[in-house]
């Protein structure tokens, strides 16, 4: 073979191409050098992309294959097109000129010289996938060219497209060239949080502070005695440092068990659907991750790939209903690319299938970081980035801890100064002991300041949400989802299988004039259509057109499961109730013209297209002469395609105006009525040449275009979509919170009105709404934007017959609105722009990877419950972190403040509360709060019986704010009076260890308690609302009231404690529960005013 020159001013010059034996493991290497010009090349290798500047005599280095004995393939394989032996592979010379495409590439990597040390020795299968790459990256024909094409690459991998891998082979080809799936991003480790939170700077100087109050403390006199105690100086020391380990292990602990189950979560996800490939000569499918190098794999429709590919098949190669892939992702402009057996065979790894797709096939030439997507995916690879709301709490966080910093300066100020004053003018004497415990205690003021639990209370909220959402039917693939999917204003949804049930049956269909109804024809009588009256003509010509026109590759016979969209499932069934054309025939219907029996070369298929609302094929004749064209259809739009139809004993008749009409009100009556999803079948003849395309032409042989000629009706089917029994309630639902609910759908308009009907859509407060708007596309489309958002989006109930673009420009317009949010559900390939453009996009679980792709959520069970699931959620997120928000500022502002009065209202000149207590009051406040507050189940009631919050709206709202106030500024209260009179009202010395013990103990008892004021957000909420879906904060709860009797009856010296008489521990339970009847009044105060 030899090429002069392309029209991309290409010149090579090349020989055949093949690889080695497989199993053989011969080692391949080869170069070619790249010729002057010049450009840039784009080299991949080491598995990313390399840059090098072509011009001035640079030489590229291609690896391929080394020429390799020629060897014969053994009888036991298939025949690879007419040649079954694989040749040597000789060298090739290939000028490449400045590449147009792709221009999302990797940045530069390595040195380049590095593809062909990849290609060396020892390297040959990576390095060989590694060219191949490369060249489907760039579209790089003429090296498609020196590889021998879809032919060279098939010997190259030892496979055959009717064969395809041996299942045998599998586990050495993905050991070989590489599994299908991208190495884990490095997770941190519990070792790595703990150092991570050990380098804090708060805690490095608490770290210091404490280390030197150990050894002060045994090396120089205590202040309060004057001598040196060895035996107890240690004690305070060391509790601040087991302290640090405690909060630092907790907390670190906890950040490890969440990051787990994000990953978890995350990796469900990513997850792409199954891939169906050849293996052994049989289709079947395969998890994404399970494809490997030499796979030969069907394009479907809505395919998200992950592998590069070759094509290998197309049934309608460039033209209408040939495969067309969506490569935006990769050149990063906007436009779909018709494929081509010739032209552009190259299927990209990163692009998406959005139309045709059957009868493609395609071979895998290189996976997982092998592949280009992989490529990039490795080397752009970041850190995981904070919510919204994080972010948010993370400032708030640092106000906070500003906040905080200044109690501590001042109130170390304090003590320096009260000390330096009783030095200089008492004749007091300096105690360096004394001046680190300051120190120490004006650092724990900052520890317990900052609130490091703000984000981590997100972090926990999110996990814990994510976790029971999935629960729910909700798979979670954007974190911020959570958090905006609580304030949705509008819910846009799909009607098949989200408000109706996944599975349609098909219970009614007309043909001669005749209506025949069954409540399931999958069940129904075998012989009930020859029954009906109508004629074995119309019968076959009936089953033809579903066989046909509903047919895939996966096709099994007219009998057999249908393995297609859910509307080829349910008209597949029609065999079921046919298996005999007529009472008297012997034999059971067989469909000779089905899929699986025709020549590649006897039909085209034309893919269902949401703007012509139809799929249709065309079929040569038994004679070769005559072209046969079935279609399938939305009912009314076929319908106006006709003027003949299918009479009695199944003879053609012109379709007059009666008859028109007699089927339109057949429509009316299957949609109406019945609320079926109505489909007409119809078809053409004419000869080879008697069709045109799209501008016209006449064509000689089959058209490239799905025709637009006149048809015969065939009959009319209606199909049955049971509407999900939750889905009334979920509606119900949603008004209460205040979410404007509409119905998208492709389906006729009355269709939809009698679904909506049937799930309380067009109803408000039991009776019929008389403002709702219901329109169909054609509509919808000739509507200014101005009119749609002044006259039709307030009160828009139903979009019927809409179109992808459709919902995008509904979407679009909804969010002219800044307070709406919008939430979209979609399930198709061409539904991403809607999913993308929505504040939150729903998917399908059995919709297409592209969907998927795009959306925030999945519905896995596609129920339109799960989205009002999803807002609750939502709600219920910010909820938690609003009630932690709120008990984590009322513990910062009294715990400063009062350190801060402590310190200089005695003579001894030493804070209340000791660095170890201050330590244990950060733990409570960040990480076991977190714990507590931040995953309490959703109370439905509340939660949806008011309207969504603002997009502005800020986190710490009124209620938050006199909450706040009120009880910070009583427990001020409450430890300064204990500080000036505990000690009288039980006769014990000023702050004596008895005495400080009381505050302490106070101090912690006012924080268990106002945990239950903490989760009241509201003036008419109540102590024991929800308290039984709170069990986990009751639990934690219970578990700080022990450990807080421990240490103050065991701690000691560790803790600074002394135990406490059943009268002092009374005494405070008394003083600490009446944070609750502060709370109480708090509520209604604010419910007065």
Not at 474 to 496: F, I, Q
Not at 990 to 998: A, D, G
Not at 1069 to 1088: E, F, P, Q
Request: charged share 15%.
């Amino acid at each position: 073979m030899h090429r002069k020159q392309n029209s991309g001013g290409v010149a090579t010059s090349a020989g055949s191409c093949s690889g080695t034996a497989f199993a053989s493991g011969i080692n391949e290497s080869a170069s070619s050098s790249l010729g002057p010009s010049t450009g840039t090349a784009m080299i991949f290798a080491n598995g990313s992309f390399e840059s090098n500047p072509l011009g001035g005599g640079h030489d590229v280095s291609l690896s391929s294959p080394a020429a390799a004995t020629p060897h014969r393939h053994h009888a036991q394989n298939s025949e690879i097109g007419n040649n079954n032996q694989a040749t040597g592979f000789s060298s090739t010379v290939v000028n490449v000129a400045p590449p147009s495409q792709p221009s999302a590439l990797p940045p530069k990597v390595g040195s380049p010289s590095s593809s062909s040390t990849a290609s060396g020795s020892g390297g040959a299968p990576l390095a060989r996938t590694q060219k191949y790459t490369e060249m489907t990256a760039h579209k790089n024909l003429a090296a498609f060219d020196a590889c021998g094409r879809q032919d060279g690459l098939l010997q190259s991998f030892q496979v055959s497209a009717e064969r395809g891998v041996d299942s045998a082979a599998v586990f050495m080809r993905r050991h070989t060239y590489g599994a299908n799936i991208l190495p884990p991003v490095d997770r941190q480790t519990f070792f790595d949080f703990v150092k991570e939170a050990l380098e804090d700077k708060t805690m490095l100087i608490l770290i210091g502070a404490a280390v030197v109050s150990l050894i002060l403390g045994m090396t120089t006199p205590d202040p309060r005695t004057g001598e040196v105690d060895r035996s107890t100086g240690w004690i305070e020391g060391f509790a601040i440092l087991v302290s640090i380990v405690i909060v630092t292990v907790v907390s670190s602990l906890n950040n490890y068990q969440k990051q787990e189950q994000f990953t978890e979560l995350m990796a469900e996800g990513n997850k792409l659907r199954a891939v169906t490939v050849r293996r052994d000569g049989v289709w079947i499918d395969v998890a994404d991750e399970d494809v490997v190098v030499g796979d030969v794999v069907l394009l479907q429709l809505g395919m998200q790939l992950s592998f590069d590919a070759i094509l290998l098949e197309n049934s309608n190669d460039g033209g209408e209903g040939g495969l067309v892939c969506d490569e935006m992702n990769i050149t990063g402009e906007r436009g779909e690319v018709h494929k081509s057996l010739s032209d552009d065979p190259f299927i990209i790894s990163g692009t998406s299938v959005v139309e045709g797709g059957d009868g493609a096939v395609g071979l895998v030439v290189a996976v997982g970081e092998q592949s280009f997507a992989g490529a990039i995916s490795m080397a752009v690879r970041d850190g995981k980035k904070n919510t919204p709301l994080q972010e948010q709490l993370e400032e708030m966080a640092d106000t906070i801890g500003k906040f905080g910093l200044a109690a501590a300066i001042f109130t170390f100020a304090a003590l320096f100064l009260k000390e330096l004053y009783v030095m200089l003018f008492l004749g007091g004497k300096f105690y360096a002991m004394k001046l680190f415990d300051n120190i120490t205690t004006a650092v724990a003021i900052v520890v317990v300041a900052v609130p490091e639990g703000l984000p981590l209370s997100v972090t926990i909220s999110l996990a814990y949400s994510m976790r029971r959402m999935l629960t729910d039917g909700n798979l979670v693939r954007h974190l911020a989802a959570c958090e905006t999917m609580g304030g949705a204003t509008v819910v846009c949804s799909d009607k098949t299988g989200t408000i109706t049930e996944p599975n349609m049956m098909l219970t009614s269909l007309f043909l001669e004039g005749k209506t025949v109804s069954s409540s399931n024809f999958a069940i129904a009588d075998p012989l009930l259509l020859s029954n009906s009256g109508c004629s074995p003509a119309s019968i076959q010509l009936l089953l033809d057109s579903v066989a046909l026109t509903c047919g895939s590759k996966r096709w099994t016979g007219c009998a057999a499961h249908q393995q297609g969209n859910k509307t080829s499932e349910a008209l597949s069934v029609i065999a079921a109730a046919s298996q005999k054309l007529s009472p008297q025939s012997s034999t059971p219907y067989d469909a000779t013209l089905t899929l699986s029996q025709l020549p590649k070369n006897a039909f085209r298929r034309f893919a269902f297209s949401s703007q012509r609302k139809q799929s249709s094929i065309i079929v040569r004749g038994s004679g070769g002469e005559k072209l046969l064209h079935y279609v399938c259809g939305a009912a009314e739009m076929v319908l106006q395609q006709c003027n003949m139809y299918v009479g009695a004993n199944g003879q053609r008749s012109p379709l007059t105006a009666d008859v028109r009409r007699q089927h339109e009100n057949v429509i009316l009556d299957f949609t109406r009525q019945r609320g079926l999803r109505t489909l007409c079948l119809a078809f053409s003849e004419k000869t080879a040449t008697g069709f045109s395309n799209v501008g016209g032409t006449p064509l000689a042989d089959f058209p490239t275009h799905a025709p637009t000629d006149v048809l015969t009706l065939i009959g009319i089917v209606g199909l049955e979509e049971p509407v999900r029994p939750d889905v009334a309630e979920a509606v119900r639902s949603c008004r209460r919170a205040g979410m404007q609910v509409m119905m998208l759908t492709g389906d006729n308009l009355s269709t939809a009105v009698n679904i909506a009907q049937r799930c309380g859509m067009l109803v408000t407060d039991g009776t019929a709404s008389s403002s709702a708007v219901t329109l169909d596309g054609p509509t919808f489309r000739s509507l200014s934007d101005d009119d749609l958002l002044n006259d039709v989006l307030p009160n828009l109930v139903i979009l019927a017959r809409a179109t992808p673009l459709d919902k995008q420009r509904l979407v679009t317009l909804l969010k002219r609105n800044p307070a709406a949010v919008v939430a979209v559900t979609g399930d198709g390939t061409n539904d991403a722009p809607a999913l993308k453009a929505a504040d939150v996009g729903f998917s399908m679980n059995s919709g297409s990877d592209v969907a998927k792709r795009a959306s925030d959520i999945v519905l896995l069970n596609d129920n339109f419950a799960g989205m009002v699931k999803a807002a609750m959620w939502g709600r219920n997120v910010r909820d938690n972190i609003r009630k932690f928000l709120q008990f984590q500022l009322t513990v910062n502002v009294a715990a400063c403040i009062v350190a801060f009065f402590g310190a200089v209202m005695n003579n001894q000149n030493m804070s209340p509360l000791k660095p170890v207590q201050l330590l244990w009051l950060n733990l409570i406040m960040d990480t076991l709060a977190a714990l507590a507050l931040a995953t309490e189940l959703p109370c439905e009631r509340v939660l949806l019986s008011r309207s969504p919050e603002p997009k502005d709206a800020p986190i710490i709202n009124r209620y938050m704010w006199i909450n706040v106030t009120f009880q910070s500024t009583f427990q001020l209260f409450v430890q300064v009076v204990l500080l000036a009179v505990a000690h009288r009202t039980f006769s014990v010395e000023y702050f004596s260890i008895e005495h400080l013990t009381i505050v302490f103990n106070v101090f912690v008892l006012l924080q268990v308690f106002n945990f239950f004021n903490a989760r009241i957000l509201s003036a008419d909420g109540a102590v024991l609302d929800n308290l039984a879906n709170s069990q986990t904060l009751l639990r934690i709860v219970l578990c700080i009231a022990v450990s807080q009797v421990v240490m103050v009856e065991y701690g000691g010296k560790f803790m600074g404690t002394t135990p406490l008489s059943l009268a002092q521990w009374v005494y405070c339970i008394v003083v600490g529960s009446s944070s609750l009847l502060v709370g109480w009044w708090t509520r209604w105060l604010i419910a007065a005013v």
